[in-house]
């Protein structure tokens, strides 16, 4: 089965690589593919198409879980139906965010994360106390406007 059985306008966005087939159009911003279907004038999520153009329907209740990791991937052979709570346990996305912000040294407005301008919420998110002074002063002044 290749992605040739597919639509010809469906297949002519995809690419082979890998034994993946990533889709070359539009991607929304969870990184998986879309396209637009004038018929319903609705949004399709384009891994959701391909498994159920060459597998069948997706189980109620159950996402598909991108085993390759790939989320721009629409090959049905790298997707499996699974619970949410399944499809969640296995992403990555939440420990490398988590990682990701533990290895900023910087805030997003350029102030040091060090010991003296760091705060902690009580999730443990890091935040920027120059930058939340900042803020509360303007807060502050746009009350005393009104």
């Not at 990533?22 to 998986?32: D, E, K, Q, S």
């Not at 399944?86 to 490398?96: C, E, T």
């Not at 003296?116 to 919420?121: D, P, Q, V």
Request: aromatic content about 10%; overall charge positive; glycine content about 8%.
């Amino acid at each position: 089965m290749g992605f040739q059985n597919l639509p010809v306008c469906f297949a002519e966005k995809i690419e082979e690589f890998d034994g993946c087939w990533l889709w070359r159009a539009a991607i929304n911003r969870g990184g998986y593919g879309v396209f637009w279907e004038r018929e319903y004038k609705r949004t399709v999520i384009a891994h959701r198409f391909a498994f159920q153009y060459l597998i069948g329907p997706v189980p109620p209740g159950l996402d598909l879980d991108h085993l390759c990791r790939v989320r721009n991937c629409v090959n049905p052979a790298h997707l499996e139906p699974v619970t949410r709570r399944v499809n969640l346990s296995r992403g990555i996305g939440d420990r490398l965010r988590s990682e990701r912000a533990k290895a900023q040294t910087h805030c997003l407005r350029g102030h040091l994360f060090d010991e003296e301008n760091t705060a902690y919420k009580s999730d443990g998110a890091r935040r920027c106390r120059t930058c939340h002074r900042q803020s509360e002063t303007a807060r502050r002044q746009k009350a005393r406007a009104a």
